[in-house]
Every structure is written in C-alpha cells, then in structure tokens.
C-alpha cells in the first residue's frame, strides 16, 4: 500500500505539471494571436509579404484540388444544361440576330466618334490589354469576400488593378505572390468603387457589405434613379478605369439602392486583370476613406 | 521489429494524420464551388475536424498546431492574421476542459457540444468582423454556415472515425 502511494505521488506532480504548462501555452497563444492581430493593423504591408509567400507556397495544391472540383461542377452544369439546349438555343439564335443589329450601330458609332475625336484632337485612353487567370480558392467564411487566382508578379499583375470577369468588373487586385494573387471582390464590405450611373452620368460609390447585392451610396437625394439603371466604373480617384460595367440598379428602396453584378460571384472560373498602365497606389492604399477624398 | 527505425517512423507517420487531415480539410475548405451563394456559408471542416481530435487524441493534436492551423486558415483565407489562430485555440481550450465528459458521454451528446463549440466560434468572429468595420454586421450568413457546419458534423465524424481506425488503432 505505502509503495504504491509513493509511485502514484511523482505521477500525480508530472499531470499538475503538465496542466501548468498546457494553462500556460494556451495563455501564451492567445496573448501572441492578440498581437499579431495588432501587428498586422500597424505593419499591413509585412503581413500582406507574408500572405503572398504563403499563398505562392499552396499555390500547386489549391490548383490541383480546385481542377477536380471544377470537373463535377462542369458535370453538374452539363446535365443541367442538356435539358435546357433547346430552348437556350432558340434564345441565343433571337440574341444573335439583336446582336448583330447593335454591331452595325456600335461599327457606324465608332468611325463617327473617331472623325469627331480628330476634329477635338482628343486624346484617348492608353489601350488596355488584359490578363487571364484561373480562380484556384475561394475562401469560405460569411466575413470576406475574396479569391484567389493562379497568376502573380510573373504575368504582369500589379496591386490595385481591376478585375473583370465575363461582361462586369468583379474586384480589384489587393494583394500579389510571384505566380498567385488576391482579388477583392466587390461584394466585400471594405470594398469601395467609383461609379456613375450610366443613363443620367450620376456619380455614386459602389459599396459592399458581404452580402450579394453591394449598396449605391452618397447619391444626392433628388437624384432619379430606376431599377434597371445600368452602373460602370466611373474613373474617379484614378485607381479603375472608366466606363467599366459594373451591373444594374436592382432594388430602389427608401434607405438603400442595391446593385445586381452583372457577373455570378460565386461561379467565376476564369477572371481578367484589366491593365491599362495608370499610375496605381495613389487611393490603394486605402479602401474606405480614400475614395472620398 | 517493433521498436526498430522503421516501426519508429511509421509510427511518426501515423501520429500526424489528425494535423495532416485538418490541413487537408481547410484546403478543400477553399476549393472553389461553383455553387451560388455557396462560398458565404461554407460549412468550416477544419473546426469539426479539430473538435473530433481534439476529444479522441488531443496528443497528436497539440494546441501550437492549432494555432498554426488558425494562421494558416487566416494566411489564405484573407482576415485578419491571428483571428482564426485565437478561435481555434479558444476552442480546442473549451473542447480540453470538457474532454472528460464527452469521452463518456455519447454521439448526440459529442453533437450538442459541438453546437456549443460552433455558436462560440461564430459569435467570435462576428464580433471581430463587426469591430473591424465599425458596425454590426448582417448575422444570415454566420447562421447558416453554422447551421450547415452543424448537420455535416455527423458525415465528417463518421469520415473521421473511418479514419481514426485506419490509421492510429494501434497506437
């Protein structure tokens, strides 16, 4: 009996040790969660270094999942999609033929605005040229609304440059690796655009807010603004260029006015980084306030 | 050969299938869906995985690879850097006091306390988000992801258990 007691004491100290130190750890943890969360409000910049680096460093592995996961997806959409061919077909054939109509008229347009740019001698927009990117990760969460894509410093891409996808303008590059960059989309809730509506020139800010639809803010009260209303990018704060779409007023109520994307965020596969060599960096650096100013 | 090198590495090998299968999880976590509306309430497998091993074999999931699974997690899921790190921690923390009673205890009890777990979880990083830009953020979606979270934990633990067996039966 007494031995048996003798063994169980050491026993018996090593688990209130072991308790001691777990106690301590997890205090430590906390305590150094709490400063990098400090950390990375004051040295934004050294975080986002060490975000990309990461990023680069899983770059092949969320490539290879999110081949397989595109693969069903695309499964899924073509049995879907086989049970809708002919009436899609139908729809796309009256399309085309509208389409046609407004090309004639875009073509008439173009060398009409050209012989009247000559005679302002109006200087146009640098040509923009573009750079395609596969979305390899979208993180999950109902706090963010990012993705990341599998093209970096190497193909071009530059902090601030827009994103579009499809007809519409879907975010902004905000942080970039060597071969994997960030976009911010413009549903997030930090994210701020310039815009105009289109019809009545009518300037506004695009503001998300996680949800799905992002709000039309600091539009003057008397302004007329429908559902419907197309809304481009309007240029202001020289981060975009103009008179990229955005989408369409879709809900005009008494406290918000709501923009529909003209893109489905949640099933880009492929996005195009709009680079048209304007000088970057002069509001990048800050999304909330900076468009105001 | 029990106790010679390659027995020892086997072992090694083994031991890191609970930290491999939850970095494994938060990747596919990231995977893009295709699915509308998806990505705003994705069910979080990192977290279920934790929980699970954070009751059956807290040894091999110790709490500083929690906490670099927490970095890793906010790293590439773009938040703020040390945000998941501190949920992550603040639930393994929870799970550990309570180890006792859910090793005894059974399935719906082990999902009750999950239900704990995931609102604690959700309410932190609510509060966070709603601190970083100064006002209340919209709760649908938290909900639903911790709803969804919620209804897959028994999929994911089977998932585990299978896993569990496979993998650290005998050790």
Known sequence: MLVKARAARPATRLTALKGVVQRFSFLFLILVSITLMIFGRIDAIGVESMRARVMDAFEPILDAISTPAATVARFVEIIADVTEVYRQNQELRTENARLQQWKQVVLRLEAENNSLRSLLRFKPDPAASFISARVIAVPGGSFLRSVIVAAGRRDGLRKGQAVIAGSGLVGRVVEVGEWSARILLVTDISARVPVLLEGSRQRAVLAGDNSSQPRLLYLPPDSQVAVGDRVVTSGHGGQFPSGLPVGVVSQVGERQIRVHSLVNLSRIEHVQIVDFGLPGGLVVEDPLGGVMR | ?171
């Open chain 2, 1 to 171: 050969m029990i106790g010679g090198p390659l027995h020892k590495l086997d072992v090694a090998g083994r031991s890191l299938a609970p930290t491999a299968m939850t970095v494994m999880l938060l990747l596919v976590n990231l995977a893009p869906s295709h699915m509308t509306g998806y990505e705003r309430v994705a069910p979080s497998f990192a977290l279920m995985s934790i929980y699970y091993w954070t009751i059956h074999r807290p040894d091999l999931l110790p709490m500083s690879v929690v906490f670099v699974i927490g970095l890793l997690q906010d790293l590439l899921g773009g938040g703020p850097l040390g945000l998941n790190a501190l949920v992550l921690i603040m639930v393994q923390w929870t799970v550990l006091s309570q180890r006792g009673f859910f090793l005894s205890s059974t399935f719906p009890m082990l999902w009750l306390g999950f239900v704990v777990v995931v609102a604690g979880a959700a309410f932190v990083l609510w509060l966070a988000a709603s601190i970083a830009s100064f006002e209340l953020v919209a709760i649908d979606a938290p909900v639903i992801q911790g709803l969804l979270t919620l209804a897959l934990f028994p999929l994911m633990a089977w998932l585990l258990i299978l896993a569990h067996r496979a993998f650290l039966h005998q050790i």
